[in-house]
C-alpha cells in the first residue's frame, strides 16, 4: 500500500488514489504543497451549459478545438471541471471584445496562461531589488 516508510523524506503515499500526502513534521521548503483529499466534482455539460448561459452543441465545439478541456466519463457523457464556466466566459470575452477568431483565442489563452505562471514565480521570488540583475 504505501511506496515508502512514513515520513521518508516527508511523503508518504494514501491509499486511496495513492496521491502523495505531505506530512507536517518533515517539511522543510517555505512554500507547502496541498493536495486535494477529496476530488473536485465533475459538473456534466447541461450544468456547464446552464452556469455559462452557452448552448451544449457550442461547448462541444469548444470542446473539439481544444479550448476547454474535458473528460468522458462511464457512460460516455462529458464532465468538465468545476472551472469550465470561468473558462467558457473568458473565451466569450476574447470573442465579442476582439473579434478574435477561435484558433487564435486558443493561442491567446495559452499565452495568458503562461503569463500568469510567470508572474506567480516573480511574486515567488520575494521583493524586486533596485539595482538591475545585468549590473
Known sequence: MNDRPAGAAGIRRAGVG???VRTGTDITSSTAVRYALV??????????????????DLIRRFVALGLVDAERDGAGRLVFDPTAPAVLARIQRLRSGLCLNYASIGLVLDLLDRISLLEAAL???GPRSETPPWT
Open 18 to 20: 495513492d496521491r502523495p
Open 39 to 56: 476530488p473536485a466534482p465533475r459538473l456534466s455539460l447541461d450544468a456547464v451549459a446552464r452556469r455559462s448561459g452557452l448552448h451544449p
Open 123 to 125: 511574486r515567488g521570488r
